[in-house]
């Protein structure tokens, strides 16, 4: 089955600054990655996602690089501020069983 | 609709007692799933449906866990006989397949916390 690895697990940065987060997967074949955003105490968001016949996705301040061939994918979040400060997940779709494997999370600090 | 509902949002048990959660999906949405995630880590799966059909159950997930959703609209956990260890967040999410996303809608978790 899918596994995914997330790094690093804790960032720190100043408002203003960028922030990259980056998953490694291990299927291959999997075709979908989400990222997503759960700050405490609270349900995780879908902030953004990326399908795998697409090497790059923006939304405004926040962007999704996808490398199939080196099974890695990351989360690109520019001119950050302290509302950005959250547990940040990425997960990949199993193709067997088509359930998302989510990362062990990075947990982001953006201070001001 | 307001989203995924989960009922309750905190339960504190006994160790041996049973529990049970419930979860009421999107409306349109025809998968349903359960994570556990405790803290500093990500969701961990533990079931999934597809309408009324478990399509997948985690090899975690014990034979003291069972989940039901009869009419592929709610569904419940039960966790029998609890142990210190089932302390977490139970997640429930779902989504609606085919479509241009595969990504979820999660509820807002049940905390549970077996002393």
């Known amino acids: 089955g899918e596994n995914v690895e997330q790094h690093p697990s804790t960032l720190s940065v100043q408002e203003g600054d960028s922030a990259v987060i980056k998953c490694t997967y291990s299927d291959s074949a999997s075709n979908y990655f989400p990222w997503y955003k759960q700050e405490l105490g609270k349900r995780p968001q879908l902030i953004i996602d990326i399908r795998s016949n697409v090497g790059e996705k923006k939304d405004q301040r926040i962007a999704v690089t996808l490398n199939k061939t080196a099974k890695h994918f990351s989360l690109h979040i520019t001119e950050t501020q302290p509302e950005d400060s959250a547990v940040y997940f990425c997960?990949?779709?199993?193709?067997?069983?088509?359930?998302?494997?989510f990362g062990t999370g990075t947990r982001l600090l953006v201070s001001p | 609709d307001t989203g995924v509902s989960q009922d309750p949002r905190h339960k504190i048990t006994k160790r041996g007692q049973n529990v049970t959660f419930r979860c009421d999906p999107i409306s349109e949405h025809n998968r349903l799933y359960w994570y556990r995630q405790t803290l500093g880590q990500g969701p961990e799966f533990l079931t999934y449906f597809q309408n009324e059909a478990q399509l997948e159950k985690s090899r975690l997930l014990s034979d003291r866990f069972s989940a039901e959703r009869p009419k592929g609209s709610f569904s419940t956990l039960e966790i029998q006989r609890t142990e210190q260890g089932d302390s977490a967040m139970y997640l429930c999410a779902s989504s609606l397949v085919p479509q241009r996303t595969y990504g979820y809608t999660f509820g807002s978790g049940t905390r549970l916390t077996v002393v």
């Open positions: 997960a990949a779709r199993d193709t067997g069983f088509q359930k998302l494997v």
